[in-house]
Structure formats: structure tokens, C-alpha cells
């Protein structure tokens, strides 16, 4: 207990004030929690990893066609579709739910492998991303108003939800290094990117380092950024990105454009089949998802152990309820490609690590939880942010598809230890990798049906997202 508590929005051990409707809890800026000017300004800083989003989002929609071939407004589009994303995070920490929300990274690859199954018209791969993420948002509502989340997930065999991990890593991967891949034109500038940003996340030599030095441990908190801003600085140098034209003044948004060229009352709802053909891969980023949520809980929970001074509530069917509600609106009105999430884990592993070190630091997690996100909202809005920014984002989705799959297999990996289960997972990836959800979900069931239900011993029952550094990003 901290002696000298003195907040002066709550009692010691008390939950944050909030404004009770309909089951949520209200908590607004200002009213409920103060601002915290470290986490609005990283969140500011990476903003970078949230525009990472438009390489993903104009390829898989095609959206320079669907906008009649204007690349420029394309772009503007895109960065329109990651606002709208970036403000439905907002919500999770504004009706009850103590953490930052991001992106089903993992399932990234597989949904633009999806989209591209319906070929190269624009409005056929629109109407596929509105019926998967409207699907996405059915079952999370579904799941958490009847609280039937863990008995489902339970259902799926550790094999098997391994080897949706696996196949994502796979998929991650190959996208990026594959001949004709994402960084074909970029190679020097995205290697020297991925050294340093495995260097910040998971190199034992800088962690020993940084124990050491206040600058190397300041700089290492900013995980990918780093990475990202020599690979832009070392691609101008030598030719393989452009240099930025740096414009001033607000972002354009065109919203209007946005809504007309996206929304469902221009296209209308798609056809019956594009939502059955959505199924498959509506498991798949389910599963991924329910891990981070499990990870979510894991953070706010441990968080709340060590400050006593704030009881700290995390409800699983709400987080479902609030995620429910972010994919539908992005459904009817932007499709996101990358699909609305229920963790940034890098954004709250830093927010955790300062609420812990006491009131006086951060009144309230609720403070961490909003002004992180918001800071991104803000450098959205700023035109010199996107357009220095611009050239990088390529280079800087390669750095996020490699990471999403190292973290993702070697979670993949700690999931199964005995070879029964390690067999499944393998063939279940590969198959989803090579022949898509629908393929290797029929696997990963028919192998476990013919080997038997394999029972790995009591600490093996991981959860899909047992390590919080799967997806430091996103």
C-alpha cells in the first residue's frame, strides 16, 4: 500500500468512478481520469505501426481500382480506414474494458490470401471482407452476451490451435521473402530494419546492455519504431525508398469518399456465399483473437496484484461485447482488413509496467489505457506525420509480418510438447499456409480423430497466446 495515496478520483481499493448503462461502465477523459502525457506521446510516436495498416488494406481491397485508378486518393482512403480503426479503440477503455485493443495481426496473411481467392475485382474482395468481418462480429457478440467463450475455445484441440499459429507464421513469412514478395525492391533497407527491431524485442546481448544504460533502456522501450525509422533513413540513402514530400497542415480525410466507395448502402449486403465461404477463416481469427484475450486478462490481472490502491475489472464477455461492436460498425461502413482486435500487447505491457510502479506515476489504468491509443488518434490528423511517414510503410509492414511470425511459431511451438500433437499442428499449419482455413481446419479434425485425443500433461495447457510478446505490435 502506498502510504501517501491520495487520488482524487477514487477511494484506496476501490474501482475507477464510472457512469453505469447497460452493462458497461462510462469512464470519461478529464471526469473519470487525468491525462498522462508519456503515454499519449508514445502512442503518438507510434503511430508508424497503425499506418503500417494501408499497405495491407489498399492491397487486399484493391483499392486503387476500386477508386477508378487515383493512387493518391487511394492512400487517403486507406489512412481514413486506420483512423476510423484507431477511434473504435477508444472504446474498449471508455466502456469498462482496462486495455488497449489493436489488430488479429497473425490473421493478416490468411485474410489477404483469402480476398485474393475471389480474384482481382475490387467489389468481389469488398463484399468478401464485409461478410467475414460482419461474421467476426456476429460470434463475438454471440459469444460473449450468452458467455459461452471459454466453454467453446475449450472445445478446440491444443494441436489444433497450434496449428492455426503455425499456418499464420508460415503465411506471415512467405509473404514477405518469397520471390515477388513485400520486400522485393526494399531487401537491404527491411534487413537492416529487422535487425534492429529483433535486436530492441528480443536480443539477450541489448536486454544485458540496456540493465546497464538509461538510453539503450529508454530507446528499447519503443520496440519496433526504431527498426522502422533507420530502415526509412537507410532505404533514402541508398535509393530503395523514395524521399518523402513533406506536406503541412491537417491530413486529408475524405470521409465522403470513404463512404461512398465502401459503404454497405452503396454495394449493398453481399450474397449468402460470400458469408459461408467466410466461416473458415471466421474460426481461425477467432481462436487467435481468444488467445489475446486470455493474454489481456493476464496483463490487467497481474497489474491489479500490484497496485492495491485500484480494484481493476476485467470481464472476457465484455471485452467480446466491445469487439462485437468495433467490427460491425468497420463492417457496414470501412471493412478492415487487418480486422479489429482485442490487444495491442507491446502498447499495454509498457502501460502495465509504469501503472506498477504506483498512483503517483498513473492515478488509474484507465489513464494508460486511453491516452496511449488517443495519442495515435491525434498524429493521424497531422499531415507531416503521414506524409514523412509514407514512403516507410511498406518496409514497415515487412518488419510487422516477420515479427507477427517469429512471435506466432515459437508461441505455436511452446503450445505442444509431445510428438503426437507437434505432428498435428505441423500438417494443420501447412495445410492452412497452403490450401487455406477451410483445408486445414478439416485436417488438423481429421488427424485428431485418427491419432486420438491427445492429452498433454498439466503444463502444457497453454493458452493460444500464453507468451504476451506474441504480438508486440499491432
Not at 484493391?62 to 480503426?85: K, S, W
Not at 452503396?266 to 477467432?286: N, R
Request: net charge positive; with cysteine; glycine share 10%.
Amino acid at each position: 500500500m502506498e502510504q501517501d495515496f491520495k487520488s482524487k478520483y477514487r477511494k484506496h481499493g476501490e474501482e475507477q468512478p464510472y457512469i453505469p448503462f447497460a452493462g458497461l461502465k462510462i469512464r470519461l477523459p478529464f471526469i473519470h481520469y487525468r491525462f498522462e502525457v508519456p503515454e499519449f506521446a508514445q502512442g503518438f510516436i507510434l503511430v508508424a505501426v497503425a499506418l503500417s495498416a494501408t499497405a495491407p488494406i489498399m492491397e487486399g481491397l484493391h483499392l486503387t481500382d476500386l477508386l477508378g485508378g487515383n493512387a493518391a486518393l487511394a492512400f487517403q482512403v486507406a489512412v481514413v480506414i486506420v483512423m476510423i480503426n484507431a477511434l473504435g479503440t477508444l472504446l474498449h477503455p471508455s466502456l469498462g474494458d482496462p486495455v488497449i485493443p489493436g489488430w488479429i495481426t497473425p490473421a493478416i496473411p490468411l485474410t489477404l490470401a483469402y480476398l485474393a481467392s475471389f480474384g482481382d475485382d475490387p467489389v468481389s474482395r469488398l463484399h468478401a471482407m464485409r461478410a467475414l468481418q460482419f461474421t467476426m462480429c456476429i460470434v463475438f457478440i454471440l459469444l460473449g452476451a450468452t458467455g459461452m467463450a471459454k466453454k467453446i475455445i475449450s472445445i478446440v484441440p491444443m494441436s489444433i490451435r497450434s496449428g492455426v499459429l503455425m499456418g499464420a507464421a508460415i503465411l506471415a513469412v512467405q509473404g514477405v521473402i518469397m520471390p515477388g514478395g513485400r520486400m522485393s525492391g526494399t531487401e537491404i533497407s527491411t534487413i537492416i530494419g529487422l535487425v534492429i527491431t529483433f535486436l530492441m524485442l528480443y536480443s539477450i546481448h541489448y536486454r544485458n546492455a540496456s540493465n546497464k544504460s538509461n538510453i539503450l533502456r529508454l530507446i528499447g522501450k519503443y520496440g519496433m519504431l526504431p527498426g522502422m525509422v533507420i530502415a526509412l533513413i537507410v532505404g533514402m540513402i541508398i535509393g530503395e525508398l523514395p524521399i518523402p514530400t513533406i506536406e503541412w497542415g491537417l491530413t486529408p480525410m475524405p470521409f465522403m469518399e470513404t463512404f461512398r466507395a465502401f459503404s454497405v448502402f452503396t454495394h449493398g449486403l453481399p450474397p449468402v456465399g460470400y458469408f459461408v465461404s467466410s466461416i473458415p477463416l471466421v474460426v481461425t481469427a477467432y481462436i487467435i483473437a481468444f488467445g489475446d484475450i486470455v493474454t489481456a486478462e493476464a496483463i490487467a490481472n497481474e497489474a491489479g496484484t500490484v497496485r492495491k490502491d485500484e480494484k481493476i475489472v476485467f470481464n472476457s464477455n465484455k471485452s467480446h461485447i466491445i469487439l462485437g461492436i468495433r467490427n460491425f460498425i468497420q463492417s457496414i461502413i470501412t471493412p478492415f482488413v487487418p480486422l479489429s482486435g482485442p490487444l495491442w500487447t507491446g502498447g499495454m505491457i509498457a502501460v502495465a509496467e509504469r501503472y506498477k510502479t504506483g498512483h503517483k506515476n498513473m492515478d488509474s489504468i484507465y489513464c494508460g489505457v486511453f491516452w496511449y491509443p488517443f495519442g495515435k488518434v491525434v498524429a493521424l490528423c497531422f499531415a507531416f506525420i503521414v506524409t514523412g511517414l509514407g514512403p516507410a510503410l511498406p518496409v514497415a509492414m515487412s518488419i510487422t509480418m516477420i515479427v507477427t511470425g517469429w512471435a506466432a511459431g515459437y508461441v505455436a511451438i511452446q503450445m505442444v510438447k509431445n510428438r503426437e500433437a507437434q505432428g498435428i499442428a505441423i500438417l494443420t499449419g501447412c495445410a492452412i499456409a497452403f490450401q487455406g482455413p477451410a483445408v486445414g481446419l478439416a485436417v488438423g479434425v481429421i488427424c485428431h480423430l485418427i491419432i486420438g485425443a491427445v492429452k498433454p500433461p498439466p503444463e502444457e495447457k497453454l493458452s493460444v497466446s500464453e507468451t504476451p510478446q506474441r504480438r508486440e505490435k499491432a
